[in-house]
């Protein structure tokens, strides 16, 4: 059977029977253009609609602007019912009185969020321990500007809904189990109190695995104890131990200094050294559609930077973000031969309503370029369609870098999403000094290609729903 609910275009994706044989579902409906929300419907044993569960046998919640998405949902002994997922970027959960109302004891209202790194950390799966607590599991973004490094993620409320520090500090841990992505899609409890945590890995080789994975034990506890090869207390996902206390292998991923435009790699020994641009990153389909010009004025009102990067791949429009709320970007040019060249230039554009949705194209406008200067940005990404990322810099915010600068010279842009737009250009037309132009080189560093993620393709489909409701 089919439910229609009045507040929108709707997706089911998680189920819970009660002892009584009503079926509790949980799910996403569209409430206005790019906001999404939990919903929750209770169907009487029989298969209809539970009249006496909140409005009309539905109910939904709405943390703010923004798409929240609930994928799983648990009955608890008493009746109450616990939905999770995540608001945004950020792990999220409601909880519910048996008729369907918003428990107030349980966080804020009824709600509560974790937002456990500065990108984003979506929550795919849950579990409910027998003393109340609410696990959820997914995945994490590692670093502020993540280049396709997603880590496994769990997070623990106690029974009113506030973050268990306890658990670890904030209430959650991001665990690298290897050096691309882990996500974590399923989360079962043992008898003796264990995590066990199930989902998919993407790893140097770019194929993706299954991965299994067990919170509970010596490991962790920040003693080396054998077979175990360190044991730094596994409370991050940066450094070059492994959650499972392995060495993470020569040419694995972590942070060295923070900074999100080089890709940093371990030596297989624990140690983390700082690196140059990142391997993984999109490149244009076509010669000559990739250009940089830089100006470096000796007076700085007049300076000006411009990167273009058209005919770029046919890309999922999710990956650009969300720029207006949450997705930031960084522009990270670096000039030099070899495999960690200097950065010589990194501008920033923060997630900020200066950028403004027009159908699958994102722009961004501001005259006093205040932020490092850009005044002009478009993220275009039609189904079908060659993807085209444009930025326009210029005015004293710019500080470009001062040419004339080594070769090649090497261009990206990456975002909290997760996606990198780059090119190489080994010969300009221009390097002068103050002056470089180079165009027609495409990037040599690989395309990572992956089927969009849960959470993409979801966003993906309700952004469909809601501009066909707004028609």
């Known amino acids: 059977m089919q439910t229609v609910l009045p507040a929108g275009p709707s997706i089911a994706l998680s189920v819970a029977l009660q002892p009584d044989g009503k079926i509790v579902v949980a799910g996403e409906v569209g409430v206005a253009p790019g906001n999404g929300a939990f919903v929750v419907v209770r169907y009487l044993a029989d298969g209809t609609i539970d009249t006496g569960f909140g409005a009309s046998g539905n109910v939904v919640t709405d943390f703010a602007f923004d798409t929240d998405i609930a ?100 209430g959650g841990v991001a665990l690298q189990l290897g050096d ?45 104890d054998a077979p175990e090869q360190c044991d730094d207390g596994n409370t991050g996902a940066l450094d070059c131990c492994t959650p499972g206390c392995a060495l993470v292998p020569s040419g694995g991923g972590c942070e060295f200094d923070g900074n999100v435009c080089t890709s940093d790699t371990c030596d297989g020994a624990g140690t983390c050294s700082l690196g140059g641009p990142r391997s993984v990153c999109r490149a244009p389909s076509a010669p000559r559609k990739a250009k940089l010009t830089i100006h470096d004025d000796a007076d700085p009102t007049r300076d000006k930077l411009e990167f273009k990067w058209t005919k770029g791949v046919i890309l999922d429009f999710t990956a650009f973000g969300l720029p207006s709320t949450f997705t930031s970007y960084r522009l990270c ?41 850009f005044v002009l940005g478009q993220l275009q990404g039609y189904p079908g369609r060659p993807a085209k990322v444009v930025l326009k810099a210029k005015g004293a915010n710019v500080a470009p870098p001062t040419p004339v600068l080594a070769t090649p010279v090497t261009a990206q842009l990456v975002n909290t999403s997760g996606e990198c737009f780059g090119a190489t250009f080994a010969t300009p037309s221009v390097n002068a000094a103050g002056k ?10 690989r395309t990572l290609t992956l089927a969009p993620s849960r959470a993409a393709r979801r966003a993906s489909r309700v952004r469909g729903s809601l501009r066909s409701a707004a028609r």
């Open 71 to 170: 994928n799983a949902v648990a009955i608890r002994p008493d009746g109450r019912i616990v939905a999770g997922g995540h608001h945004g970027g950020r792990f999220a959960a409601a909880q519910y009185l048996p008729t369907g109302s918003p428990d107030g004891a349980f966080g804020v209202g009824g709600k509560a969020v974790v937002d456990l790194v500065p990108g984003f950390d979506l929550g795919f799966d849950m579990v409910l321990q027998p003393d109340g607590k609410v696990v959820l599991a997914g995945y994490a973004q590692r670093g502020d500007f993540a280049d396709n490094h997603d880590d496994m993620a769990v997070v623990r409320l106690d029974a009113a809904g506030q973050p268990d520090a306890t658990f670890a500090p904030g």
């Open 180 to 224: 691309d992505q882990t996500l974590a899609v399923g989360i079962a409890r043992q008898a003796d109190g264990k995590l066990v945590v199930a989902g998919w890995s993407v790893q140097s080789d770019e194929e993706l695995k299954f991965f299994i994975a067990r919170l509970g034990g010596t490991c962790g506890n920040g003693v080396i």
């Open 333 to 373: 040019v670096f000039a030099g031969p070899g495999s960690a060249p200097p950065l010589v230039y990194q501008g920033a554009i923060p997630a900020t309503s200066l950028w403004s949705l027009k159908g699958y194209k994102y722009l961004y406008k501001d005259k006093t370029g205040a932020n490092d200067g």
């Open 436 to 445: 470089f132009r180079a165009s027609g080189a495409v990037t040599t560093s």
